[in-house]
T-cell receptor
């Protein structure tokens, strides 16, 4: 399984962009990068995913390097409610016919006033 | 609100008790999952169900027994648990098991085994 490496914690000022990096140097060609976040005492929440093109939705943008060995999740205008643990996940398709989300330790993002 | 509900939200049980966790999804999804999140450890996939059929048992001890009576409901029956089983148990669902399916998680049941 491809593994991901994320910094354990980051800080961001409210209203500024939060840029969360992720390394996935062993990713293979058919594996997608997914981002989820988990606010304290809640279940993980899907944010965005991508294969090799940059992606944007109402929550965030995902920038994937050309060699696909790393990516950055961008929250353009962080708010206090964005304080959470952010997980970068390489999604693996198993021949048994199902996906497996392999969660790591994630990055604990603290947004402060 | 993700459309996935779990009850109870908190549970305290003794090692000799039998209890059940319930998950319900209101999204019309066909696949459902149980995950375990222990303190200071990543989420671990426990079980996968697709159209009520179990497709994955991730080496989970038999004291955890899942049940999926229909595509909207998933149970986790617990018996003779150990204190190390104390954790946040999360349910998730997705439309299918397709390669691009997004999983939607419930709020979890926080279990404490005494």
């Amino acid at each position: 399984d491809a593994k991901t490496t994320q910094p354990p914690s980051m800080d961001c000022a409210e209203g500024r962009a939060a840029n969360l990096p992720c390394n996935h140097s062993t990713i293979s060609g058919n594996e997608y990068v997914y981002w989820y976040r988990q606010i304290h005492s809640q279940g993980p929440q899907y944010i965005i995913h991508g294969l090799k093109n940059n992606e944007t939705n109402e929550m965030a943008s995902l920038i994937i390097t050309e060699d696909r060995k790393s990516s950055t999740l961008i929250l353009p205008h962080a708010t206090l409610r964005d304080t959470a643990v952010y997980y970068c996940i390489v999604r693996v398709w198993f021949s048994g016919g199902y996906n497996k989300l392999i969660f790591g330790a994630g990055t604990r993002l603290a947004v402060h006033p | 609100e993700t459309g996935v509900t779990q009850t109870p939200r908190h549970l305290v049980m003794g090692m000799t008790n039998k209890k059940s966790l319930k998950c319900e999804q209101h999204l019309g999804h066909n696949a459902m999952y149980w995950y375990k999140q222990s303190a200071k450890k990543p989420l671990e996939l426990m079980f996968v169900y697709n159209f009520k059929e179990q497709t994955e048992n991730n080496s989970v001890p038999s004291r955890f027994s899942p049940e999926c009576p229909n595509s909207s409901h998933l149970f986790l029956h617990l018996h003779t648990l150990q204190p190390e089983d104390s954790a946040l148990y999360l349910c998730a669902s997705s439309q299918d098991l397709g390669e691009l399916e997004t999983q939607y998680f419930g709020p979890g049941t926080r279990l404490l085994v005494l």
